[in-house]
């Protein structure tokens, strides 16, 4: 059994966004990550290719920079998943 983005915290609006993509439950890596990250504890994680792991850290980078004040530095990612640097 998966869990929804819902239940893990996501926003209403970003939840609904991924599910007219036909994504509306967390792959493994999402389910471990979210609902700390969203409450604003660091993670780590290691996973294979193609299980998630962008959007484990893109969906709370997203919520938080929603309702952070943008005269301030909301987001930094430090080290991107190797996708994203080539």
Not at 35 to 61: I, M
């Amino acid at each position: 059994m998966t869990t929804s983005f819902d239940a893990l915290g996501v926003a209403a609006d970003l939840a609904g966004a991924l599910a007219e993509q036909g994504k509306t439950h967390a792959f493994a890596i999402q389910e471990l990550t979210i609902a700390d990250a969203l409450a604003g504890r660091d993670v780590c994680g290691k996973a294979k290719t193609g299980s998630g792991k962008t959007l484990a850290f893109g969906l709370p980078v997203l919520q938080v920079v929603k309702a952070a004040d943008p005269s301030k530095p909301r987001a930094i990612i430090l080290v991107p998943t190797r996708e994203l640097a080539t």
